[in-house]
């Protein structure tokens, strides 16, 4: 049974929800079957899913959940947690996995500075591609200035919305 019916909701609204905003995330540009994993994990009331659990619900192989569960691990959408006494484990989304998600991105934004200014000097300053990868790093500069700022907002923001950790 899967935990949509297990728990009184309507098992259809939730593949509904589930197929929808799994679309929404593929248009945006993530790969298909993480996006209907980490949708299914979203929808799902205790957040965290098995293996077995999430292929019965989106009716796909194991092999299917264990490809997007590893893509969604390594942009940490969701982490991997053993149940006590179990060699199964449980793949979970938290409520601030956006934020953990954008702040691991933070570590590529910085790591694509750090190309960009060995781009120009590399390239020269003055040279046209040179001034295009200055511009580029300048952005990104902005960029993570602005995120830094963003992410303290909502922090502030999320304290007062849902109260502490």
Known sequence: MT???GSGRDAEAVSRFVESFAAQLVEAGMPR???R???ALLASDEGSMTSA???EQLRISPAAVSGAVR???QTHMVSREREPGS???RYRVRGDQWYEALTNREAVLKRWEGAL???VISLGATTPAGRRLSETLAFFEFLQGEV???MERWRVHREKTFGPE
Request: aromatic share 8%; no cysteine; glycine share 8%.
């Open 33 to 35: 079957m993480p996006a």
């Open 37 to 39: 994993v980490f949708t």
């Open 117 to 119: 200014r060995d781009g």
């Open 53 to 55: 659990e999430l292929g």
């Open 87 to 89: 060699r199964r484990e």
């Open 148 to 150: 830094e700022a963003m």
């Open 71 to 73: 893509y969604l691990a």
């Open 3 to 5: 935990e949509s019916a």
